[in-house]
């Protein structure tokens, strides 16, 4: 059975990924900052509990153990920074959004690395987004080009980078960042546009790639997202 961590799982696009997955017949850890809530999402789905703080060195350590081994990590934990205007977004603002979105992930990455190179069809799936791609950003026709979201678009263009050079990296791996594109969720205020159900489509399918998958994409529902 393929062993499945998704961090950030008790609710909003995570949980809905480990719904999914579930659903594939994988064995899902739900990793929870909170863990009553996590207790209460792995309850509700029967997925398991491991209580993880991404950007606490000691609480990932811990989650490594519980966990063992590991085909599938999904890096879903992640902060917006709120709505801040430029002219308004401070360090502190960027290293809060970094601490958990980049930092969270590399930090999360790295202590698995070894249970995901035992494995024999290992798979990366990095949460990002469409406003994180600077071709998007900077393309007068697209929606990403509207917003100015300084802290969030930075950090998720940040991800994109990791996760080409964690492919180059290992290439025994499926490493991919995928857009699941705006979904209403509490991490937008349920300002998004399609449902749970719709933004999970495109992270589910990269966990569920094998080992003669693509590395080094970027991909939403519709296909390839440029970088």
């Not at 940040?158 to 180059?168: D, I, P, S, W």
Request: glycine share 12%; aromatic share 6%; net charge negative.
């Amino acid at each position: 059975m393929t062993t499945t961590l998704i961090t950030g799982g008790n609710k909003g696009l995570g949980r809905e990924t480990a719904r999914q997955l579930l659903a594939h017949g994988h064995d899902v850890w739900i990793g929870a900052r909170d863990a009553e809530r996590g207790r209460r999402a792995g309850d509700e789905l029967g997925a398991r509990l491991v209580q993880l703080d991404v950007t606490d060195d000691a609480s990932v350590a811990a989650a490594v153990a519980t966990v063992g081994d590991l085909d599938v990590l999904v890096n879903n934990a992640g902060v917006s920074g709120g709505l801040a205007a430029p002219a308004d977004v401070t360090a502190d603002l960027m290293r809060t959004v970094f601490d958990t979105t980049v930092f969270g992930l590399v930090r999360v990455t790295r202590a698995f690395l070894p249970a995901l190179l035992r494995s024999t069809a290992a798979t990366l799936v990095n949460v990002s987004s469409g406003v994180g791609s600077l071709t998007l950003a900077t393309d007068p026709g697209s929606m990403a080009s509207r917003y100015q979201l300084v802290a969030y678009s930075s950090a998720k263009a940040a991800v994109n980078m990791v996760t080409v050079q964690y492919a180059k990296a290992f290439p025994q791996l499926r490493v991919n960042c995928v857009d699941p594109g705006f979904t209403a969720t509490d991490f937008n205020g349920h300002r998004g546009v399609q449902t749970v159900e719709e933004g999970a489509r495109a992270i589910v399918r990269a966990a569920l790639l094998g080992p003669d998958g693509p590395t080094g994409t970027f991909f939403d529902d519709s296909g390839t997202v440029p970088w």
